[in-house]
């Protein structure tokens, strides 16, 4: 499968947002990074500093060998604290911690998965303010429905039940609920106990575990049969991803749907090849198998979470149409989400 040459015009150019949108940067501002120690793409690291450097008065960094301590002792001298992190979380239990007895601090912090070129060329090349308003037109049409409904060309032809019994996810970047913030934005996410169907995953998988496999799925698509938002029948004619997928799903409750998933980043431009928040952006449904994001509100559970994306697909609450063609139906003036379970980060 092809891979993307990396336009570094537009890398610099995502670089820029990201700390001129979605950090709220200026010039009387300081802020610190925490790299991470493995010193892949250090041309990266430069081009940080680089732009970083002309947001914000004071620009400091380190790598995230160092310990939490040499982090708390900093706290108190900077606006902004960014971790960027490859796939896990550098520091998550002494930052919980920290947070816990300084919860004022917390909207300090933010947390930046899927370190890569790939990620500064493609995550924010959509406005956080876009994303905001996506993410509140569906999660408020998504509240006010019964039936959400997903089709597709490939083959996807789901029906899911919608109710108020269930909260939500609004990822886009927002320090919220006594956690950093987390970054590459954007989705909206419910669950669902009532989903019937065929699932086709045409764009990618991801994971909340180690994947070292091309997640990409555009030339052996996932085809997943569910009742009552179990796993009935799949196929792929992929020999690994078959086995993979038999392995998984033997796993207790691997094959029952946690979540039901809308990214919602109209910014990105293609799927990657490695294991990627990123896949997961991409404005379309997607699946997340196994681990469910409900919290006490169900009684289930799963160490494992997979998520099943899809390319293109039409989705259509009760009779509206929210989304066709990659592109979202976004409601006009304001949007009140007042009374709506909430959570703001799907990772921590």
């Known amino acids: ?20 949108d979605y950090m709220e940067g200026s010039t ?26 002309t947001h914000y008065k004071d620009f400091n960094y380190i790598d995230n060998s160092c310990s939490f301590e040499a982090i708390s002792n900093i706290v108190s001298q900077y606006d902004n604290i960014i971790y ?14 920290y947070l816990d007895k300084n919860p004022k601090d917390v909207f300090k912090f933010t947390r930046i998965f899927d370190w890569s070129f790939e990620l500064f060329e493609q995550a924010f090349n959509a406005k956080r303010e876009t994303i905001r308003r996506i993410n ?18 490939s083959g996807t032809d789901l029906e899911i039940a919608l109710s108020q019994q269930y909260g939500w996810i609004n990822s886009y970047g927002l320090t919220m609920g006594g956690h950093p913030s987390i970054l590459p934005p954007s989705e909206a996410a419910t669950y669902s106990d009532k989903i ?22 555009g030339e052996y698509p996932i085809k997943i049969e569910f009742k009552d938002s179990q796993v009935v029948n799949f196929e792929c004619p992929n020999y690994f991803i078959q086995s993979f997928l038999k392995q998984y799903f033997s796993i207790g409750n691997a094959n029952r ?32 198998l196994g681990a469910p994001n409900q919290g006490e509100r169900i009684d289930w559970g799963s160490v494992y979470h ?11 609450f009760d009779n509206d149409i929210i989304l066709q063609n990659n592109s979202y139906k976004v409601i006009e003036g304001n949007i009140n989400l007042d009374g709506i379970p909430m959570g703001y980060a799907d990772t921590l």
Not at 197 to 217: E, H, M, Q, S, W
Request: glycine share 8%; hydrophobic share 35%.
């Open 306 to 316: 997979l998520d099943i994306i899809t390319n293109d697909t039409v989705i259509i």
């Open 196 to 217: 019937n169907g065929i699932l086709v995953g045409d764009g990618a998988i991801n994971t909340n575990f180690k994947f070292d496999y091309d997640p990409r799925l």
């Open 28 to 53: 009387d501002k300081k802020m610190f990074c925490i790299f991470p120690s493995t010193h892949d793409n250090i041309d990266l690291i430069d081009l940080i500093i680089e732009k970083g450097s």
């Open 84 to 97: 960027f992190e490859n796939s896990e979380s550098t520091h998550s239990k002494e930052l919980s911690k």
């Open 136 to 153: 509140e037109s569906v999660i408020y049409k998504g509240w006010n429905s019964s039936v959400c409904s997903v089709k597709s060309n």
């Open 257 to 288: 749907v946690g979540e039901v998933g809308f990214g919602t980043n109209v910014g990105l431009k293609y799927f990657v090849d490695f294991q990627s928040h990123l896949n997961e952006r991409w404005p379309s449904l997607h699946l997340g």
């Open 1 to 20: 499968m092809e891979t993307k040459v990396v336009n570094f015009e537009a890398v610099k150019t995502g670089i820029a947002n990201l700390f001129g």
